[in-house]
């Protein structure tokens, strides 16, 4: 055959094989080693980058842990109970975050707000606790949601769990306008819908990027204390943008009630670095940080974070609802 039918055939081959072969290795994952579900309760949205279906309901097996999450969101897209009206003797307490304050990998009955109800409640102190974190949002799309919100949710106390990511995610949302995972490639949404192979795939290439980040930062910030966790240091600059977009969203907050409390903890409640800056931050805007350090260092560091997962344990999820109770309780009984 001539040289360019050959070069044809060969390539229709060549791609006939690897269809075979990667049909052949599906078929075989999805009898020897399912892989784990996506995510489906999601949605793009153009004003907070992504946002959660509402009234929606999955159960998340986590592979090979055994633990599978049920994930159930209201009518507000949130993974709470239903909002009630707000009645005249309670305080509401709005609590903002990413995926540690949505309680992904837990049950919600050992998320910090559900153990913090429950302390409130003992001391029967009448409070209304509305939870609208969403897994990868960073501090502009919590307090932006928030601020757009004030009306219905009719917060008296915000609680902020700050993740270390957090200023990385709000430069790429600033930058793009989009958090969202979005479709690169034409066939990626049913690949990830669908092929166990690519899920093996992608997720073993996340884990590798992953520790290459962990890697190149050490390296190229030695001596700086890093989050391992988003693998990630938060420059000067990034510091300085988190704080303006919380004295923003104060400043707003307190105008819609002037008696309002800003509270603020940290996902990495050890990390030097974060303890300071959020500490400093909160002194600036008269608003409290909670310092969760001491009684997390009393907890081993396998017991603080899920081992199928990285996130925070239920005994990490006591440990904040502990150290939330006390100034709660001091501002609640206050008013």
């Not at 709470?80 to 707000?86: E, F, G, L, N, R």
């Not at 420059?235 to 307190?254: C, G, K, Y």
Request: charged share 20%; proline share 4%; net charge neutral.
């Amino acid at each position: 055959l001539p040289w360019p039918k050959q070069i044809a055939y060969g390539s229709v081959a060549v791609a006939f094989g690897l269809v075979v072969a990667a049909g052949i290795a599906e078929i075989a994952l999805r009898l020897m080693l399912p892989q784990q579900e996506p995510m489906r309760w999601m949605l793009p949205n153009a004003r907070y980058g992504h946002v959660m279906k509402p009234n929606f309901h999955q159960a998340y097996a986590f592979g090979g842990s055994g633990y599978v999450m049920d994930v159930k969101t209201n009518a507000s897209g949130f993974r709470d109970s239903a909002i009630a009206p707000k009645q005249p003797d309670e305080k509401t307490v709005l609590f903002l975050g990413d995926s540690f304050a949505f309680g992904h990998a837990i049950d919600v009955v050992d998320r910090f707000d559900t153990v913090l109800k429950t302390l409130c409640d003992e001391e029967g102190l009448s409070s209304r606790f509305i939870n609208t974190a969403v897994g990868g949002w960073g501090t502009l799309q919590q307090t932006r949601h928030a601020r757009d919100h004030f009306s219905e949710l009719e917060p008296d106390i915000v609680v902020l769990t700050f993740c270390g990511n957090d200023p990385s995610d709000d430069a790429y949302f600033q930058q793009k306008g989009q958090s969202f995972d979005a479709v690169m490639f034409p066939g990626k949404l049913f690949l990830r819908n669908h092929s166990h192979l690519y899920r093996l795939l992608n997720h073993r290439a996340f884990l590798l990027l992953h520790r290459y980040y962990i890697w190149r930062t050490r390296k190229e910030t030695v001596g700086v204390e890093m989050d391992t966790q988003s693998a990630n240091v938060i420059s000067d600059a990034q510091w300085n943008a988190t704080a303006e977009i919380l004295a923003r969203f104060h400043d707003d907050f307190i105008a819609y009630n002037p008696n309002g409390k800003l509270f603020i903890q940290a996902t990495a409640p050890t990390h030097n670095e974060i303890k300071s800056r959020l500490s400093s931050i909160a002194e600036d805007l008269d608003a409290r940080y909670v310092d969760l350090s001491a009684e997390t260092e009393k907890l081993r560091l396998k017991v603080r974070y899920l081992s199928f997962d990285g996130h925070w344990s239920p005994a990490m999820h006591r440990v904040a609802a502990q150290g939330l109770f006390a100034p709660l309780r001091e501002f609640l009984t206050a008013q």
